[in-house]
C-alpha cells in the first residue's frame, strides 16, 4: 500500500518503490513528510519547455534539490505541470511569491506550495 511520502516519489521520481539511492525525498513516517513544505506543484507549463528550462527557472530562489517535468509516458510529450523541490522551506515560499501567475509564453503559469 502507498503511503503520501511514497506517492510523492512516484509523481516526482517516477519511481514505483522508493529506492534510497536515487530517491530525492525521504522520511521515516507520513508524519515528518507532511510537515515538508519545500514542494512546489507548477501548472500550466508550455509544453515546449524542457525539464532543464524548467528547472533552471527557480534556481535564483535557492538550492534546487530535484525536478520533474511530468510527461505522458507513450508519447513523451508534457503534460503542463511539474515538481519543484527546494533544499529550503523559505526558498519554496520565496519562488511561489515570485513565479505565481509569471507569464510564460502564452500561459501564466501557476505555483504552489505541495500539499499532501
Do not use: W
Not at 20 to 48: F, G, H, M, R, W
Not at 80 to 86: H, L, R
Amino acid at each position: 500500500m502507498l503511503n503520501s511520502c511514497n506517492l510523492l516519489l512516484i509523481l516526482v521520481n517516477g519511481m514505483h518503490k522508493p529506492n534510497t539511492s536515487t530517491a530525492s525525498i525521504s522520511s521515516s513516517s507520513d508524519n515528518e513528510c507532511q510537515q515538508t513544505k519545500n514542494n512546489l506543484i507548477v501548472n500550466y507549463i508550455p509544453p515546449e519547455m524542457s525539464e532543464l528550462e524548467f528547472g533552471r527557472m527557480f534556481l535564483a530562489f535557492g538550492p534546487v534539490v530535484s525536478v520533474k517535468l511530468v510527461r505522458d509516458m507513450r508519447t513523451n510529450i508534457s503534460l503542463g505541470y511539474g515538481f519543484i523541490k527546494f533544499k529550503d522551506q523559505d526558498d519554496a515560499e520565496k519562488a511561489v511569491q515570485a513565479m505565481n501567475g509569471l507569464k510564460i509564453g502564452s500561459k501564466d503559469i501557476k505555483v504552489c506550495l505541495l500539499n499532501m
